[in-house]
């Protein structure tokens, strides 16, 4: 059995079942961007979309069979998903590794799934709720300007058909850095999007790219990030640091010395002055990717801002030698917070480590090719 998939979902969904709606993205020029560099767009049929639901339930079907004979009382285990993987493949390992984690939350693929036109986006969601009556949370990738050109009615539709939360990348406020990376949209684009999603009663998601900008923009990408995000009170803003892709427009044009990638230190104080520019805000700051330097970076405004700052604050006053321990321990994976240096084991580990790195500019370039493998 098969059915389509993407190549990629936010972070927050890895435990969601992933159903592609449209293949790769219509837009496809963002400099920073090479997921979908090689691929066409295309809509999938809306038959083909139904049958790789009904696929999914008899995958389901199977998997639950496979759990009352062997898992305790018939639950999905974490051997039961091995199994499944290991008799059937890719399919059966996604489906019950889906239903490990409570079978509850289903993410629309790929990049841009607002463009189909409404009436059809409801009865694909309709169908998930009706085919999985578990599920409770359904969520999308959205740019800003498909977003913004819908009626506030159709959000509401598709919200109340069941879609929870869109996520959307904004990557920057500034209209200046929008237009240098190519992203297509504007600060206005985000705040009409912003506007009409809340006011259709689903949850937004904001994606911030710190470092975006390079040393040309910092502060304004900061700073005008900042007044977007404080005009739209997403419910969610999540930190994905820039890391320049070979392969991409923005590498050659830091080739060309027409853009300048921050360095770790600088990216932290940028995220230092965004966050210290949020003013009226009720959004919970996520930075659960994997790029981010500072991963513990996490609360709500505004009750959290000043303990998110003291954080900045903490690793900004590090010396630089605890600053290469920690950049180097946090990139190796073996840091995820600033109190895992406290550890004198992990500390030593790299340290041990960073004998093998030869000076600071070795060290930007291993971190720089750390970075890389992790998107
Ligand atoms: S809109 Fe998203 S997927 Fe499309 S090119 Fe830009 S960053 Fe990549």
Not at 326 to 341: E, F, N, P, S, T
Request: glycine share 8%; hydrophobic share 40%.
């Amino acid at each position: 059995m098969f059915i389509e998939q993407g190549p990629i979902r936010p972070p927050s969904e890895a435990g969601s079942l992933l159903i592609r709606v449209t293949r790769n993205c219509p837009w496809n020029r963002c400099a920073f961007c090479k997921t979908y560099k090689k691929e066409k767009f295309s809509r999938r049929p809306l038959a083909d979309i139904l049958q790789d639901i009904d696929t999914v339930r008899r995958v389901a079907e199977q998997v639950e069979q496979m759990s009352r004979q062997q898992g305790p009382a018939g639950r999905v285990t974490a051997e039961v998903v091995q199994e499944a993987g290991a008799r059937h493949g890719h399919l059966h390992y996604h489906v019950a590794a889906w239903l490990y984690y409570g079978g509850k939350s289903v993410f629309l693929q790929d990049a841009n799934s607002l463009i189909v036109k409404t009436a059809e986006l409801v009865q694909i969601i309709k169908y998930i709720r009706s085919v999985f009556p578990a599920v409770d949370r359904i969520t999308t990738y959205a740019r800003a300007n498909t977003a913004a050109r819908k009626t506030e009615g159709e959000l509401r539709e598709l919200r109340e058909a069941g879609l929870s939360r869109i996520h959307m990348g904004m990557e920057s406020g500034s209209d200046t850095v929008l237009k240098f990376i190519q992203k297509g949209i504007t600060a206005a684009d985000l705040l009409e999007a912003a506007r009409k999603i809340r006011g259709a009663g689903l949850s937004l998601c904001w994606y911030i790219m710190p470092g975006l900008g390079g040393r040309e923009y910092s502060r304004e990408h900061a700073l005008e990030t900042a007044a977007v995000i404080n005009a739209g009170n997403p419910d969610f803003i999540r930190f994905r640091t820039l890391s320049v892709l070979k392969g991409t427009p923005l590498y050659e044009m830091m080739k060309n010395g027409e853009f300048t990638p921050l360095e770790e230190d600088e990216a932290v104080e940028e995220q230092r002055l965004l966050l210290a520019s949020l003013q009226g805000v009720t959004t919970a700051v996520v930075s659960d990717h994997i790029l981010n330097l500072l991963q513990e970076l996490e609360g709500t405004l505004p009750g959290d801002k000043d303990r998110m700052l003291g954080i900045i604050d903490r690793y900004l006053a590090l010396s630089p030698a605890e600053k290469a321990n920690y950049q180097l321990g946090r990139r190796a994976g073996v840091y995820a917070a600033l109190d895992d240096m406290k550890n004198p084991n992990r500390y030593r580990y790299v340290e041990k480590l960073l004998r093998d790195v030869d000076g600071p500019e070795s060290l930007q370039k291993t971190l720089d090719r750390i970075r890389r493998q992790f998107v």
